[in-house]
């Protein structure tokens, strides 16, 4: 393991101003998004959230490597631990099955970016590649391109090791290119890490705004323990086969949209969308934007012992494409949920092609009294195939992570 520890020495500081550190970090980092990353932190302070746990502190290593930290002025001299002081782990050999990269930002291993890593990964190789993604924040757009399946992102905690960047829309010629973190290929994993994307929260009448946190385009991928963050389209679940378990994820308008075949467990959906006055039917937002375009597709979200809070009114789903498919099951749903549920894209004519069903689902929004006549309380055997792992063919491809889940390899 290397030492990539930039020396740096008290005098080289400059003291003319004091600012509380906290503040200074976030402000002054060359890449940051500064006040929507702030805004990010501060939107995020609600007790339904982790990610005021989010410590400063990886900033400000990361600002210490660069040279720029400016201490507060009963701060000094300054001291600074050895950067590698803490830095955890042993790393079996690479094996016939498995391949470890190691990223640090701090330098502390072989690859300071996860990028770096990604690129180093041979491409098609037949093994598991491993990217063990030390805590910290990683500012970088990201690309896992087809040519190199079986990758796993394996951070230290949702709320300790993050992916961000900042495209919209408009700075990326299109919703689709605005992810920080775009994967096509098959047979990704990522495990206790987040993906972000800061740019500014779109505010009413923006066009353009949309800021992808992760676009999932390969098949056979699987989550655990990971966080996406963003607010309009965070979640781009675009195609193939995905399983996500015990996940956050926050957004606002549309914020699960695509047309992939995906399994939610026990996840946590949290609504970032505009409150909405008492008294008032304004719509500010949807879970879901689900893409599925014919009758002969097998696509479709199906959410099982998931939680729904936050802010807004807003609907479980709404008609992306004519025979959009979402299941909500012994789901909790607080009161944001609108009374209608659900919405046709004001396409009357996807009406009779959408399939929306609930089932045993609870909480203030789970009432069925005013749902769109289209709404399904489904019956136990409409429920069945979307219940388990059964629905994205898990028997087929998802046992094996499983079983590697008692190994961090
Ligand atoms: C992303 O953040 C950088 C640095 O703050 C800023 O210059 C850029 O305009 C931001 N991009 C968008 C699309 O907001
Ligand atoms: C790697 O990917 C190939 C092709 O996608 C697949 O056949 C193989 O089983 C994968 N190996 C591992 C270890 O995931
Ligand atoms: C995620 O992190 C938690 C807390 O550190 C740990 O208990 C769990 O085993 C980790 N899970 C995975 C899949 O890495
Ligand atoms: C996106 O670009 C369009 C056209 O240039 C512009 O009208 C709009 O204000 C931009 N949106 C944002 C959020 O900057
Ligand atoms: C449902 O989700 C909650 C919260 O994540 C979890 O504690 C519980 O074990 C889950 N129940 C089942 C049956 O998986
Ligand atoms: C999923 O449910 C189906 C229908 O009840 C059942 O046949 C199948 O064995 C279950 N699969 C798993 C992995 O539990």
Redesign the pocket.
């Known amino acids: 393991m290397k030492l990539g520890a930039i020396q740096m020495s008290a005098k080289a500081f400059s003291l003319s101003f004091c600012i509380p550190a906290a503040f200074l970090l976030i402000f002054a980092h060359p890449n940051n998004p500064t006040t929507s990353f702030l805004g990010a932190l501060l939107d995020l302070s609600t007790p339904s959230s982790p990610f005021n746990l989010l410590k400063v502190d990886y900033l400000f290593n990361l600002y210490r490597r660069r040279g720029a930290y400016n201490p507060p002025c009963n701060d000094f001299p300054p001291y600074f631990p050895p950067l590698c002081d803490d830095f955890p782990p042993y790393f079996p050999p690479d094996t016939e099955a498995t391949s470890i990269f190691c990223v640090d930002p701090n330098g502390c291993c072989d690859f300071t970016t996860v990028q770096s890593a990604v690129d180093a990964v041979p491409r098609y190789s037949g093994k598991r590649n491993v990217l063990w993604i030390n805590k910290g924040i990683y500012f970088e757009k990201v690309t896992v391109p087809a040519t190199k399946p079986n990758i796993t992102f ?1 951070g230290q ?1 949702f709320d300790l090791t993050a992916i961000m960047w900042n495209d919209t829309a408009n700075s990326s010629h299109g919703t689709f290119y605005s992810a920080s973190v775009s994967v096509f290929a098959t047979g990704f994993v990522a ?2 890490i987040s993906f972000m994307n800061v740019a500014p929260i779109p505010r009413p009448g923006d066009v353009g705004a949309q800021a992808v946190a992760i676009r999932i385009g390969g098949d056979q991928a699987a989550f ?2 990971c966080g996406f963050l963003g607010a309009q389209d965070t979640l781009h679940d675009d195609r193939g086969r995905h399983y996500f378990k015990e996940c956050f994820i926050q957004g606002s308008i549309d914020f699960i949209f695509g047309d992939a075949r995906s399994l939610y467990e026990n996840c946590r959906l949290i609504s970032i969308a505009d409150p909405v006055p008492a008294g008032v039917r304004t719509i500010t937002g949807s879970v879901t934007a689900q893409a599925r375009e014919s009758n002969q597709d097998n696509t479709g979200y199906s959410f099982v012992n998931c939680s729904i809070g936050g802010t807004g009114r807003i609907w479980l789903g709404r008609a992306w494409r004519p025979y959009s498919r979402v299941v909500f099951a012994y789901t909790s749903m607080s009161d944001i949920i609108a009374s209608d549920g659900w919405n046709d894209w004001n396409d009357p004519s996807r009406d009779q092609n959408v399939f929306y069903g609930e089932y045993k689902c609870t909480g203030d929004g789970a009432n069925l009294a005013d749902r769109v006549p289209y709404a399904l309380k489904l019956s136990d055997v409409q429920a069945l195939p979307y219940l388990n792992t059964s629905y994205i063919d898990g028997d087929q491809w998802l046992k094996p992570y499983c079983d590697s ?1 008692v190994s ?1 390899w």
Request: hydrophobic share 25%; proline share 12%; net charge positive.
């Open positions: 394996q905690g495990k206790n655990w323990g889940l961090p």
